[in-house]
């Protein structure tokens, strides 16, 4: 089936650095994709739509300046947390839907902790 | 249940029993849902999906039923096997696809030999 990969699974940075994390559809090319941030025990957020060739969607509330995504290609979205907090500690995944297919495929996610 | 604070609701039930995991959604507007398994430290997996022209569909061991009148989805799981522990979401979308999801509260199953 379709695979999606995300690079890292953990990180951790200090405070005031940045983190660039990576989503890939390995078998499939994907011109839209999703990332979701996931606090412990709780729901996933949408953050943004990833857009090849064009900006990126935000969600309301969603600071596009502190996470900077960028749609390389038909199979690289890439979300950097920039000027990193404590408070963005998180686990943020992606999503990616074929081209022309309904099912999204996840990400295995990525641990970020801020230090 | 509604989850309060930080706390998932947890559904604890006996090996081999069947499970029914429920999922309040928020949109009238929604046409298109989808039940996903996500284990710990894992990404979400895709389990069924049901639209909205629809209110009960069949996969192998699980059954999702849709009640639109009241914005009610629920999952069953028929003989509960200990690898069906994990945190199950539900999760709604207009224009039915499986980009752009609004995820429930989710529910933690625990499955007890």
């Known amino acids: 089936g379709a695979v999606v990969s995300q690079h890292p699974s953990r990180v951790i940075c200090k405070s005031g650095t940045s983190v660039k994390i990576e989503c890939r559809s390995l078998d499939f090319q994907a011109t839209t994709m999703f990332w979701y941030r996931q606090f412990p025990k709780q729901s996933l957020m949408l953050m943004a739509t990833s857009n090849e060739g064009s900006k990126a969607t935000y969600e309301q509330g969603v600071e596009k300046d502190k996470f900077l995504i960028n749609h390389a290609s038909l199979t690289l979205s890439t979300l950097t947390v920039t000027s990193a907090h404590p408070e963005d500690s998180s686990f943020y995944i992606c999503?990616?839907?074929?081209?022309?297919?309904?099912?999204?495929?996840f990400g295995q996610g990525t641990r970020l902790t801020v230090v | 249940g509604e989850s309060v604070g930080l706390h998932l609701p947890t559904l604890s039930v006996q090996e081999g029993d069947n499970s029914i995991i429920n999922c309040a959604y928020s949109?009238?507007?929604?046409?298109?849902f989808i039940w996903y398994k996500q284990e710990s430290g894992k990404g979400p997996q895709f389990i069924i999906d049901i639209r909205s022209n629809m209110d009960k569909r069949q996969g192998q061991r699980v059954t999702v039923l849709l009640n639109k009148t009241v914005k009610h989805l629920s999952l069953q799981i028929a003989a509960t096997q200990p690898g069906d522990s994990a945190v199950y979401f539900c999760a709604e979308n207009l224009g039915g696809s499986q980009g752009n999801l609004i995820f429930g509260k989710g529910t933690k199953l625990s499955v007890k030999p």
């Open positions: 999503s990616a839907p074929k081209q022309g297919g309904t099912e999204a495929f």
């Open positions: 949109n009238s507007a929604s046409d298109y």
